[in-house]
């Protein structure tokens, strides 16, 4: 599990509204572990409108 500050640090500089593949993007360009990107790359298909929706969905 992605502690969610951890998964904040790795999505700095998103431009929400943000979909998957965006965040996916924006944390690997700021350097996330392969743990990190996984996680992200689990997540529905879909447009997240900040960052709490975005570590709802890690969470789960």
Do not use: F, W
């Not at 999505?11 to 996680?39: K, T, W």
């Amino acid at each position: 599990m992605v502690n969610p500050i951890e998964l904040q640090k790795y999505l700095h500089g998103v431009d929400y509204p943000c979909d998957r593949d965006g965040l996916v993007q924006a944390a690997r360009s700021n350097g996330a572990d392969n743990d990190v990107i996984s996680q992200l790359q689990r997540i529905p298909d879909r447009t997240y409108d900040g960052p709490s929706g975005v570590s709802q969905e890690v969470s789960r």
